[in-house]
Nanobody, 121 residues
């Protein structure tokens, strides 16, 4: 059973910083791309940042220059460093991983349960 568990969300003032972590555990053969998504109330879920296994990164335009995604392959963990937070960053942040539980499994997408980030203005 594969699990993705996020941590690090919370309440922060505008201009502040938070660091989110997401660790994959369980039966894992390999992990490809890992990413962070967010969903604000009344809005569709949107991609925040993604980092494939080769370490290249892609960001939503709204977070470029403020957020940094990174990963620790030895720990099956992806991070999201969020700086200069704005009230419009308020959302539930969820991590996503494209992984294979076993050597004979096709790659599948797995999701964490989400963590709330609230930025007060």
């Amino acid at each position: 059973q594969v699990q993705l568990v996020e941590s690090g969300g919370g309440l922060v003032q505008a201009g502040g910083s938070l660091r989110l972590s997401c660790t994959a555990s369980g039966s894992i053969f390999s992990i490809g791309a890992m990413g962070w998504y967010r969903q604000a109330p009344g809005k569709q879920r949107e991609l925040v940042a993604i980092i494939p296994s080769d370490g290249t990164t892609t960001y939503a335009d709204s977070v470029k220059g403020r957020f940094t995604i990174s990963r620790d392959n030895a720990r099956n963990t992806v991070y999201l460093q969020m700086n200069s937070l704005k009230s419009e960053d308020t959302a539930v942040y969820s991590c996503n991983a494209n992984l294979r539980p076993t050597g004979w499994s096709p790659p599948s997408y797995y999701w964490g349960q989400g963590t709330q980030v609230t930025v007060s203005s």
